[in-house]
């Protein structure tokens, strides 16, 4: 499967931005999807997952309340809404997807989210 991760940038602390993730090549249906985000010098960390039929969601602590994840099955795409954004924020974001066996395999390029003080 094919993930491709838009929607990064620059924005000012308490801003919002919204990441999009297209997926192709495999069922969208069939996998959960997932954000992960990581900053140079640290390992990548989970951020929010979405079930495969989107009814599900689960977040890290540090986005909950300020972060929501959410899919378009019709369009094989997952979406992050990030509100209030601060500086801690600031990481590549990556967007991945479940094999059958429920482990995240496939993932996009990354996008770079920068959020200034």
């Known amino acids: 499967v094919q993930l491709q991760a838009s929607g990064g940038g620059l924005v000012q602390s308490g801003g919002s931005l919204r990441l999009s993730c297209a997926a192709s090549g495999r069922a969208f249906s069939s996998s959960d999807m997932g954000w992960f985000r990581q900053v140079p010098g640290k390992e990548r960390e989970f951020v929010a997952g979405?079930?495969?039929?989107?009814?599900?969601?689960w977040y890290a602590d540090s986005v909950k309340g300020r972060f929501t994840i959410s899919r378009d099955n019709a369009k094989d795409t997952v979406y992050l809404q990030m509100n209030s954004l601060s500086p801690e924020d600031t990481a590549v974001y990556y967007c991945?997807?479940?094999?059958?066996?429920?482990?995240?395999?496939?993932w996009g390029q990354g996008t770079q989210v920068t959020v200034s003080s």
């Open positions: 991945a997807a479940t094999n059958n066996g429920g482990a995240y395999v496939y």
């Open positions: 979405n079930g495969r039929r989107g009814g599900t969601t």
